[in-house]
């Protein structure tokens, strides 16, 4: 599966944005998608997980309560709403797509990958 994440940008601490991952060459709706984010000189990290039906979520403990995952199966896009946007939250932001109906919060875990959408988040 081809992915193409966007709506990244620059944002005042406090605001909010939505990232968008348009995915296309494979059935969407048979895979588990994942966000994640690699700050500067940083390793990348996990942020949050869908299940293929969308109807499970994870998130990592610093965004939880401020982000939200959801996924549009009929039009092949998954999102992540951020709110609250902390400068910590810079990062370039990556979405992920697992071949198998249950999400998961590693890396390894993850078959194909988007080439990410910048983030930055000033104080």
């Known amino acids: 599966v081809q992915l193409q994440a966007s709506g990244g940008g620059l944002v005042q601490a406090g605001g909010s944005l939505r990232l968008s991952c348009a995915a296309s060459g494979r059935t969407f709706s048979n895979c588990a998608m994942g966000w994640f984010r690699q700050a500067p000189g940083k390793e990348r990290e996990f942020v949050a997980a869908?299940?293929?039906?969308?109807?499970?979520?994870y998130y990592a403990d610093s965004v939880k309560g401020r982000s939200t995952i959801s996924r549009d199966n009929a039009e092949n896009t998954l999102y992540l709403q951020m709110n609250s946007l902390k400068p910590d939250d810079t990062a370039v932001y990556y979405c992920?797509?697992?071949?198998?109906?249950?999400?998961?919060?590693?890396?390894?875990?993850?078959?194909?990958w988007g080439q990410g959408t910048l983030v930055t988040v000033s104080s």
């Open positions: 992920a797509a697992r071949d198998s109906p249950s999400y998961w919060y590693t890396e390894a875990a993850y078959d194909y």
């Open positions: 869908i299940s293929r039906g969308g109807g499970n979520t």
